[in-house]
């Protein structure tokens, strides 16, 4: 009989293989005795208590996959330390007997598969890994699994799992990619090939194209690191539209295809996924509904993907949805509570975790196990030119800073929070209530209103000076209410109708046509919402982000400021702000005191009072305090994005280096961190701020040239000086017109060796000029002393004479696509002048002719797309695929409507236009 404590052990043992059983055949597995032994039951069959050879004892369990040994597994009491008999089942695993078929062995001559479990834990060994290592896994593999990795195995053992594979990964190419980016994705790699941590940690500033990094890394690990599947987690379930079109617009590097005609990607739904799906994109929420085998809604549902429980979930196998399921999870701005109540959903996947956030916070950093392997800030992207610096305003009221009191017997509306009804009623005692409690239980409209009226009365004086368009505003209200309450006083406040500013919650109408408006619509200037926009939407052109509610949380803060910080092109801008000439700050308007949160990193624009000037006057002689720093690389930023490409070239060319690299180091001298590590050196931060501001400051001409462009790209509006007409008649000064056109063609020939569209031209009448070329070439001529524009030289050769043919007069302002048809006139292409819109007019007359005669017909809906990519390319001289993302393509829903309307042929017929139109 054995002692007392030996049956316990024994007891306990055998409770823990019961449980074992289970998870096995919920696995697939199916669980023998020895004497029982039928390897035809099933693919994967885990055989009880076999004896191994002389010496190495009884093995628990023997793994048969297609009927051969693979794998073993010792089985111990549940709270057994399982790391400390690792070394009982790696003598089983080396001590097959005789009568068994072996399937696969690694080179030092044991199964490859070890396992040690309790019943509440497991662990594994893959004996393929390059060096193979126990880790903690939620269940079982099921067979299929390990007969797929067994099957890679036969080709190559040492590329049998991803931990291999990733090892020798192609180069990367960094061609389209940002330097952040290239930084990200080699961190991320080295991390998988280093395998030290089951996780990594990325954090990059908003607007640094976190999603196109993924993407990215997503393709290499999918066609060469060996990864099978990847789950890829957005914060909310209207992400998921957005993250899928980067995954359908996403161009592979080597063979120019779209992501998703190689590989699948599909959002997660109830039921698992196809095997086909190589991408699933998804709510942590969502997954959590799967594992749990409950229906997943598949458009947007408010009350699962902003839903957060108030304990920790817990999770249980799904044979639908094994831990195997994923290689990789990538989880992007994923929830703030994602690592506290989410914890156990990225957990059950045996799978490596990348987090991609601008904001991690401590319980971030604590989940990812300190593992940072790329960090970029908000300042550096300001630096780089991805992101723009910020300006704050703040508004005080009252009532927002001290509350109010509404006396007993005042009869007031009350609202019902659920269906809206208004009721009136009278208060039978005073209702005080503080700043706080404003719009939660108190609405107070004179509070919004003068709110409003502040900032309509301060905003082309103090805010954005000069200007006459409202700018783009996003409001954070409170709740839905709020909102509503707020958006009625926009309208009225600025006397403009419904198309003026709209509520963009999830409880609005069509909330994503509404957002798409508010992107490209000239018209439509505010837009309220709680939380649909505060993290991860790009508005572009938003340049006011005004806070109408409080926000505790940095890192949540730090997402709604960055809907601002996006950069945007001159010629987009203006066309939804008109009166804009460059986007190179945003403005946070701070109503509630948020700004005043310890947690707010100052703008790099701390100073407003000190000019451009005196800043470079003080860096030559070293003179610069830390928050003059910080704004003189803000005023350099905020300068070089005004640049035009010649000029930046050029000021490059003074500065020795780019101007962006100054810039870079300014902020980096001012960043605490680096501030930190020169202290513990031995070194000053004065010899950090130094070092950063001497390429300034031992660059005299550099000097100058950026007083010379910050003057040029400056325009005084005198608003007090009277003028009188003197005079007002045409003329036609043919001596002048004819000294222009010498020197245009003076001009031409001298600068043909460093301006693209010019040698193109002259090389060949059939190639294509690309539009930037042709905007280099604008910005030239534009330049002092020759101040020319296309208006200008075609006027000049019709006031002598020149054939012309055109829609358009002489007097009519002329695009610079224009300047191709004047290439072609001046070197002797064509023997008249045609406006570039009317050729490529012409041109697609012709072929569609063409077409018709070769049996294509093309229906109205067909001719709505075709007509407006050729209006495309008579105004850019060409069309991308990205364009089709904008207006007027994206009211019949963008590249996605392309590929319904036109089929799979949208892509050849977009090429097509663009060969037969431009040349």
């Known amino acids: 009989m054995s002692p007392p404590d030996e049956a316990h052990r024994l007891a306990a043992e055998q409770r823990a293989r019961v449980l074992i059983d289970q998870q096995l055949e919920a696995a697939g597995w199916v669980v023998q005795d020895k004497k029982d032994l039928n390897l035809f039951a099933g693919p994967g069959i885990a055989v009880r208590e076999v004896v191994m050879k002389p010496g190495h004892g009884r093995v628990d369990y023997l793994l048969y996959v297609d009927k051969a040994v693979v794998g073993v597994i010792e089985a111990k ?74 099957r890679a195995a036969n080709e190559d053992p040492d590329t049998a799992t991803w931990r291999g594979r990733i090892r020798n990964l192609p180069e990367l190419d960094t061609a389209p990619l940002r330097p952040s980016q290239i930084t990200a994705i080699n961190g991320i790699e080295k991390s998988l090939a280093e395998q030290r941590f089951d996780r990594s940690l990325v954090q990059m500033a908003t607007g640094a194209g976190k999603t196109y990094t993924a993407v990215t890394q997503s393709y290499r690990l999918l066609k060469w690191g060996g990864f099978n599947r990847i789950l890829f987690l957005v914060d909310r379930n209207n992400l998921a539209e957005q993250t899928l079109a980067e995954f359908q617009n996403y161009r592979t590097p080597d063979d120019g295809r779209r992501f998703t005609e190689l590989y699948n990607v599909a959002k997660l739904n109830h039921g698992g996924m196809p095997d086909s799906t190589k991408v699933a994109i998804s ?224 409880n609005a109408r069509d909330p994503k046509r509404q957002l798409q408006a508010f992107r490209t619509s000239p018209t439509l200037r505010f837009a309220v919402t709680v939380d649909m926009i505060a993290t991860g939407t790009d ?192 003329v036609v000064d043919t001596d002048r017109a004819k000294a222009t056109i010498e020197s245009w063609k003076a001009y031409l020939e001298e600068h043909r060796a460093e301006i693209t569209a010019i ?16 905007q280099e070439l604008a910005d030239r001529i534009s330049r002092p002393p020759y101040n020319w524009t296309p208006d200008f030289i075609w006027d000049a050769y019709v006031a002598l004479g020149a054939t012309y043919r055109g829609s358009r007069g002489t007097r009519t302002r002329h695009s610079l696509t224009d300047l191709v048809s004047l290439l072609r006139y001046t070197v002797g292409v064509d023997d008249e ?30 001719r709505w797309w075709l007509d407006r990519m050729v209006a495309i390319i008579a105004a850019s001289a060409g069309i991308t695929a990205d364009d089709l993302d904008e207006a007027p393509f994206i009211e019949r829903g963008g590249v996605d409507g392309a590929l319904r309307d036109l089929g799979d042929g949208a892509g050849d017929l977009l090429e097509q236009l663009n060969q037969e139109l431009t040349a």
């Open 283 to 506: 709510t942590i929420q969502r997954v959590f509904k799967v594992l749990k085998s409950e229906q997943v809604p598949e458009g947007d549902d408010q009350g699962i993907d902003d839903f957060v429980p108030d304990a920790p979930v817990e999770v249980a196998y799904n044979p639908d949805l094994p831990p195997e399921a994923f290689d990789l999870v990538i989880v992007d701005e994923a929830h703030r509570s994602i690592y506290g109540v989410w914890r156990r959903v990225l957990e059950y996947f045996d799978a490596h975790v990348v987090g991609l956030t601008a904001t991690p916070g401590k319980q971030t950093f604590g989940f990812f196990r300190q593992n940072l392997v790329s960090e970029y800030t908000y300042p550096q992207s300001v630096a780089d030119g991805v992101n723009v610096d910020f300006d704050i305003y703040r508004i005080k009221t009252e009532i927002s800073e001290q509350g109010s009191t509404i006396e007993a017997g005042t009869i007031v509306p009350k609202v019902d929070r659920r269906t809206r009804v208004e009721r009136l009623e009278e208060l039978d005692e005073d209702l005080e209530y503080t700043g706080k409690q404003l719009d939660r239980a108190v609405t107070a409209k004179a509070q919004i209103r003068l709110v409003l009226e502040t900032f309509r009365d301060r905003l082309y004086t103090e805010i954005f000076p000069g200007r006459s368009t409202v700018p783009k505003t996003l409001i954070f209200a409170k709740d839905d209410a709020h909102a509503e309450e707020i958006v009625t006083t926009v309208r009225e406040v600025f006397g403009k109708g419904n198309d003026f500013a709209a509520k963009i919650t999830y």
């Open 759 to 774: 040698q193109v031209i002259q090389e060949s009448k059939e190639r294509r000029i690309a539009f930037p070329d042709i």
């Open 539 to 730: 508005v572009k052109p938003l340049e006011c982000v005004f806070f109408m509610r409080d926000v505790r949380s940095a890192q949540y803060f730090e997402q709604m400021k960055g809907r601002g910080a996006r950069t945007i092109d001159k010629a987009t801008f203006q066309g939804v702000t008109p009166d804009a000439e460059n986007k190179t700050r945003f403005v946070i308007v701070d109503a509630v005191g948020v700004t005043e949160h310890e947690y707010v990193e100052p703008p790099l624009n701390r100073d407003k009072s000190i000019s451009l000037k005196q800043l470079l006057d003080k860096a030559a002689t070293l003179n610069l305090t830390e928050a003059e720093t910080a704004t003189l690389a803000s005023r350099l930023s905020a300068l070089e994005a005004q640049l035009a490409p010649a000029e930046r070239t050029e000021l490059d060319s003074v500065a020795g280096q780019p101007l962006r690299t100054i810039v870079r180091a300014l902020v980096d001298a001012v960043d605490p961190d680096r501030q930190a590590k020169q202290v513990e050196v031995g070194g000053s931060i004065q010899d950090l701020l130094d070092a950063a501001i001497e390429p300034i400051a031992a660059n005299p001409d550099l000097r100058t040239r950026i007083i010379e462009l910050r003057r040029a790209h400056d325009r005084v509006i005198d608003e007090v000086s009277a003028d009188t007409l003197v005079d007002a008649y045409g």
């Open 833 to 862: 002048l045609v406006p570039y819109a009317d050729r490529v007019q012409e041109k697609y007359v012709a072929w569609l002719s063409q077409q018709e005669q070769g049996g294509i017909m093309f229906s109205d809906t067909e």
């Open 77 to 150: 009491p549940q709270g057994t330390p399982l790391s400390g008999v690792e070394w009982q089942s790696a003598m089983y695993a080396e001590g097959l007997p005789a009568d068994v078929r072996l399937k696969a062995l690694t080179t030092d001559g044991r199964l490859p598969f070890v396992f040690e479990a309790s019943g509440g834990e497991t662990h594994f060994t893959n004996g393929f890994d390059p060096e193979p290592r126990a880790r903690a896994i939620f269940n079982f593999p099921r067979p299929g699994t390990l007969a797929r990795t067994i």
